[in-house]
């Protein structure tokens, strides 16, 4: 666990060190272009993958894709980390050329910015058919419209990235489901509720129905309690929509952000 | 009024933390980080009890600004609490929470969590995080000396409460997940001068240098946390870290000594006495950094001195504390697959396919260990020891690397998968059979430090890994009492007594609590101005 986090704090005072000294972000035309970021990811998985993971998701290394905050840090940093690699740690610097080594910023940046800045594949407006059509939006609500058992997703595009919308749709379980696990109780005055579990610890819970009414439970009035553990969102969205659907879905669900994102100008 | 004179420096001069006291029970001091010299954690206090715990109400919080998952266990003598953060120290009223003083080292050269400070004389102790063993006047804060005994640039630091007995300070370091070497030294509690030091890697030459290979000189087997005492034998009891790197092994065959062991050191001279290994060859980061409680119990019909150690690598030991003999191991948790059991010598049974890869092996129990340094209590009445253990298995990951000290390099890492955390369970263990008598079962994120106090009113009182301080029957594991403090816990509740009325304290994150049984709160009126 440390070690996990020793990582992740080497690479980022790296990215303090190295960042652009006239305080101006670099532009480089492969960040956000679907074609630089697919190069990059055979790159990634040829040379970085073997500490990192092919998808980024760690490894040896530490995962490239829990971070949103990095988007913070400037592409220029991400390179120059790249290029130099990290002293002290197993992180070596790399032999790419310039253009290649900026395939690798834009995949792993991809990894780790939101999805509402990056160009991602697929078609938006069909995606938003895929969300009314498969279910999702019995469970989840974009700006007050929509189910209420599931995360909002009025934000989904601008506060996750690509890959993890992607790995909430075909593995909900991947990241544990902290907040909307499953549970049902039945509270010793006979009342039965279930839903999902906001939080809960031996001695309180909050449960949330699915009609989004909050219960505010004393643990010592439960009688009796089935916790999952697990997500209540059906398993199998990976099997059950076509390769096209879910890519319009992932595309519809990139594009929810309340605020304008830079990435519209690329 | 110069009787009156006469009483006060007389009262002054009395209130000094003698050995004696230390050898003592707690009461309503707590004078020692493990509460006594022996780590039972015990308060023979019983004015809360399993029967009125529920009227326990919090009576002040301290806040320490900047604070982040304080580790500090408080010590209190005379009515104040001594406790500790970041390169600071902080002597606070224990009945009304006010702080009385503050002394805070500014000028070293590197922050880190702190577990406490050692009373003994008028002085307090207290380890900055680069290693200088500092001396405080107890009522004033005001530091009458400073020591440094070991450099940052050789890869170690301090997070430990010193440990004062007799007329000594005894200190350890960390440092050993970058390549470095442990040590335990003794100073002189009076002038700061070092009396002796034993090293946890031999040198070269040295019994023990090889079991080895060739990385001896940075082998790690750090010494970061406080040990115990038995003075009729005038022995220490110290617990030593993992050897260096934590991940790979190929660079350091053999058992690796005296890293992952219990050793037994001559208080006079430093000299071992014997050393118990629980993890040979550790590849695993499974210091041996859990508190070694010291009981006199019937071991099979007869008198026997006993040392009780939880263990980080999953098993629960009972060595003769005179010898070091092993006398049993049983599992301290379900999920344990790296060895199948522990041979009458007391070495591991170990089972293939358990070590570190490239690609990542997971391996129960995970990198923080069956338990770890939270602090266990054992109750002399229900004779159970109480010890926080977590359920969890790691990826554990390995690199081929070539070993650099002092890099931030450890052969590898570990950790585990967000769909396969664990859960901390407290678990009362009785040391003759070995076995568990009961459990409580906690909710949380799987992210405690938090340990245990045991009382003589019955209840054991711990922090879960849920942010609450809580009370169970130290009988039945019945819960009796919790308080959500907002926060994780990072560090051990203590029992303590001013002003005649019980107490129980613990640190959460970023400030320290103090409870005690309901009363009402009187009205203070205004002093009349004069």
């Known amino acids: ?266 | 009024m110069k009787l009156l004179a006469l009483l006060i420096s007389t009262s002054a001069l009395l209130a000094q933390v003698k050995h004696e006291d230390l050898l003592k029970s707690p009461n309503a001091d707590w004078l020692t980080v493990a509460g006594d010299f022996r780590g039972q954690r015990h308060s023979p206090l019983k004015q809360i009890t399993s029967a009125n715990a529920n009227q326990l109400v919090p009576k002040w919080v301290h806040h320490i600004e900047k604070a982040n998952g304080l580790r500090t266990n408080p010590v209190v003598y005379q009515g104040i609490m001594y406790v500790t953060s970041n390169n600071e120290v902080r002597g606070i009223d224990a009945a009304s929470g006010r702080l009385l003083w503050q002394w805070k080292d500014s000028r070293a050269k590197k922050d880190g969590a702190n577990r406490g400070v050692a009373l003994l004389g008028d002085r307090v102790f207290f380890i900055t995080a680069d290693c200088f063993l500092t001396a405080l006047d107890r009522r004033s804060g005001a530091v009458l000396w400073q020591k440094q005994y070991a450099s940052i640039d050789d890869g170690v630091f301090a997070t430990m409460a010193p440990f004062a007995v007799k007329d000594r300070v005894l200190v350890g370091v960390g440092g050993g997940d970058t390549g470095m070497r442990g040590f335990v030294a003794a100073y002189s509690a009076a002038t700061g001068e070092e009396l002796w030091r034993f090293w946890t890697v031999p040198k070269k030459g040295e019994p023990g240098a090889d079991s080895w290979g060739k990385l001896v000189q940075y082998g790690g087997a750090a010494t970061w946390l406080s040990g115990t005492y038995d003075p009729e034998s005038n022995t220490l009891y110290w617990t030593t870290g993992n050897p260096w790197p934590d991940f790979t092994g190929q660079e350091r065959s053999g058992d690796n000594l005296y890293s992952c062991s219990l050793v037994a050191l001559d208080l006079e001279t430093g000299k071992i006495k014997w050393h118990f290994q629980f993890t040979p060859h550790d590849t695993h980061d499974w210091d041996a950094q859990a508190w070694p409680v010291l009981v006199d119990l019937p071991w099979k019909g007869q008198p026997r001195k006993l040392v009780l150690h939880a263990n980080r690598n999953g098993f629960f030991y009972v060595l003769d504390r005179t010898t070091g003999e092993f006398l049993q191991a049983t599992k301290l948790v379900d999920q344990l697959d790296w060895a199948s059991g522990i041979d009458a010598k007391g070495r591991p049974i170990e089972l293939p396919g358990k070590a570190p890869t490239p690609a990542g092996n997971r391996v129960c129990p995970g990198v923080r260990g069956a338990t770890n340094w939270m602090s266990p209590s054992w109750n002399p009445d229900t004779k159970l020891l109480y010890v926080v253990t977590l359920e969890q298995c790691d990826i554990f990951t390995s690199s081929s690397k070539e070993p650099e000290p002092n890099k931030g390099f450890s052969g590898g890492g570990a950790g585990p998968k967000p769909v396969d955390l664990g859960q901390f369970f407290l678990r009362a263990f009785d040391p003759l059979t070995g076995k568990r008598v009961w459990e409580y079962p906690m909710t949380g994120p799987g992210e405690s430090w938090a340990g245990t106090v045991s009382t003589a009113g019955g209840v054991v009182f711990f922090g879960d890994d849920d942010g609450h301080l809580v009370g169970v029957d130290a009988k039945t594991g019945a819960n009796v009492w919790h308080f959500n403090v907002g926060e994780g816990l990072t560090a051990s509740p203590i029992s303590y007594a001013v002003n005649g009325q019980q107490r129980i304290a613990i640190a959460s994150a970023t400030a320290i609590f103090s409870f005690g049984l309901f009363e009402p709160v009187k009205a203070v009126p205004l002093p009349a101005k004069r």
Not at chain 1, 59 to 75: A, C, E, I, Q, Y
Request: aromatic share 4%; hydrophobic share 35%; glycine share 10%.
């Open chain 1, 1 to 266: 666990m440390r070690l996990l986090l020793v990582f992740p704090l080497a690479a980022m005072s790296m990215y303090a060190q190295h960042g652009d000294a006239a305080g101006k972000p670099a532009q480089n035309p492969a960040i956000g272009d679907p074609a630089a970021i697919d190069a990059g990811k055979k790159l990634f998985a040829g040379g970085c993958g073997g500490c990192h993971g092919p998808d980024g998701a760690g490894g040896r290394g530490p995962s490239l894709r829990d971070k949103v905050m990095w988007h913070s840090l400037d592409d220029s940093a991400l390179y120059t980390t790249i290029e130099k690699g990290i002293a002290g740690t197993e992180m070596p610097a790399s032999r790419l050329p310039a253009a290649q080594l900026w395939q690798v910023v834009a995949f792993v940046r991809s990894l780790s910015s939101p999805a509402a800045e990056m160009n991602v594949p697929g078609d938006a407006r069909a995606g938003e058919t895929v969300f009314s059509q498969a279910g999702c939006v019995n469970c989840h609500a974009r700006q007050g419209r929509g189910g209420k058992l599931g995360p909002d997703l009025s934000n989904a595009g601008a506060t996750r990235s690509y890959p993890t919308l992607r790995e909430s749709i075909v593995d909900p379980d991947a990241n544990g489901a902290v907040g909307y696990r499953a549970i049902s109780v039945k509270l010793r005055n006979g009342q039965e509720l279930s839903g999902v579990e906001r939080n809960r610890s031996n001695y309180s819970l909050q449960l949330q129905d699915r009609a989004g009414a909050v219960h505010l439970i004393d643990m010592a009035d439960v009688a009796e309690m089935k916790d999952s553990r697990t997500s209540p969102m059906p398993k199998d969205y990976g099997r059950r929509l076509s390769k096209p659907d879910l890519e319009n879905l992932l595309a519809y669900l990139s594009k929810q952000s309340l605020r304008p994102v830079m990435a519209e100008k690329r």
